[in-house]
DNA sequence: TATTGACCTTTACGTTACGTCAAGGTTTAT
DNA sequence: ATAAACCTTGACGTAACGTAAAGGTCAATA
């Protein structure tokens, strides 16, 4: 079957400009264009347009797509099975913001109570999944091995009252964010006592502190598993809830 | 609690600049500026962001949203409400998008057969919504009341050798339209015969056609259930069948 | 006390993914 | 043959911010 732009869009419920900017930018061009110049499109064109649309909705810029399409390892069964999962993953997300929605009408009828944390629960979510994304890898590059390396030889240089101090500063953490943690606000002043506790214990280690570097770390802290167990160990989410008090703390994104 | 611009922003999952422009096309002013200019928030417009995100989730555009919530008549723990309401039909959407996806995984892998119609399913319905909502009155105010009026005053004055011509032709759409709609494809061959059939009949009601006409009385017959009742009445489905095919049979939107 | 670094401000230009004319050629239907 | 409904290529407009520049504010540190 082919098709001009007009129908084709009416197929696939986009606008003709739409067709025509794709051709434009050149993620989407005709099989072929006939003698008076028309845009004829084809089967292939059909199925890469569909294609084009999955990663729209799931928020791509047309640019990356591109990208995506074009590279010489793009799989486009794989592409679906990708499609899908995002897919099943938006649908948890809006699940959330369902819950969330619901608990609001709950909370102006009366019924319960709501942090201004859970105001926002299902959006944040989308942004912090982004952020992963975008600079999961590059945060533990950054943050990570080197800072790391860098307390481990910080800790060498230590005298013994310097060691003392610090371990009873651990402690003092662990106690703050437990209390902290029942109250479940991560904004509330026992969560930001905590977090500056831990800015006070963080300093004994780096050689020099920074917000930036302190909410890279907090992130970290849910991001790799050895962190997570060690903060998880007696509250399953600790290591989250130090993350989001940290960040609310350091105001860093 | 009090909010500066980048605890609120971190809050709520948004950049300090939204926030900032929100400000600056006056959807959501801080409840303070301090003596050094700094914006304070409050409680009022924490709650007022967050409804301002379920607008926006939904795809509404900020002028609408402020339209909507700066009207006299605004009801907050209504409008939660309806946010419940769309956001279950936007679930429902994505449900489509996901059986879309499977189908065209298990279509890749041989396993099933997809009409090009299909592929798209789920991407299309949004628009349909969208149409809906915008046109949806406007088109049966338009083509509704009028044309039915007309159509009876033309069909006052038929000849008898027109009316037989003109029952003939309406069995001639059924029976064509009951074989298309067997094809399930309403860019087929078939269904655009019915279509074209369709319009041949409509012309001995109407005084003058337009495919703009055509394609909006196409889209009454599923909206208004008296005609979606007289078409559904052997095969349910088929009004919209019809619709489909009338509509790309006109190429209009 | 001075400095530094992370805040905050306004101004202003840039970007994405199209919508919307305008001006003109083509196809289809009457 | 004339009109209606297509199609084309510009080209400018728009929404919702991102981003950079230039400069004040505030808390912590040297």
New interface residues.
């Given amino acids: 079957?082919e098709y001009t732009v007009?129908?084709l869009?009416?197929?696939?419920?986009?606008?003709s400009r739409t067709l025509r900017y794709y051709d434009q930018i050149g993620i989407l061009t005709p099989a072929r264009v006939n003698s008076s110049g028309y845009r004829i499109y084809g089967q292939k064109e059909?199925?890469r347009l569909?294609q084009i649309?999955?990663y729209r909705?799931l928020g791509i810029a047309l640019e990356t797509i591109k990208e995506i399409m074009t590279a010489p390892s793009f799989d486009?069964?794989k592409a679906?099975?990708e499609?899908?999962e995002q897919?099943?993953k938006?649908?948890k997300q809006?699940?959330l913001?369902?819950t969330n929605?619901?608990k609001?009408?709950a909370s102006?009828?009366g019924r319960m109570n709501m942090s201004?944390?859970e105001?926002?629960e299902g959006?944040?979510?989308?942004?912090?999944d982004e952020n992963e994304r975008k600079y999961g890898k590059e945060i533990r590059e950054k943050y990570g091995e080197d800072t790391v390396n860098q307390s481990n030889a910080k800790l060498m240089n230590m005298s013994q009252e310097d060691y003392e101090a610090v371990t009873k500063l651990e402690a003092e953490v662990r106690e703050a964010l437990a209390e902290a943690f029942a109250t479940g606000d991560p904004?509330g002043e026992l969560a930001q006592k905590a977090a500056e506790l831990h800015k006070r214990w963080l300093t004994y280690y780096w050689t020099e502190y920074s917000k930036e570097a302190h909410a890279g770390l907090a992130q970290m802290y849910v991001e790799d598993e050895r962190f997570t167990a060690y903060y998880d160990k007696e509250q399953p989410g600790m290591a989250a809830f130090l993350r989001d008090a940290v960040?609310?703390y350091t105001?860093?994104?």
């Avoid at 869009?9 to 606008?15: E, H, I, T, W």
């Avoid at 959006?123 to 912090?128: D, E, G, L, V, Y």
């Fill in positions: 079957m007009q129908k869009a009416q197929l696939a419920g986009v606008s059909v199925d569909q649309l999955f909705e486009a069964e679906l099975n499609h899908r897919l099943l938006k649908r809006l699940d913001l369902i929605v619901e609001t009408i102006a009828e201004d944390q105001k926002f959006f944040k979510k989308k942004m912090i904004a960040h609310i105001g860093q994104k």
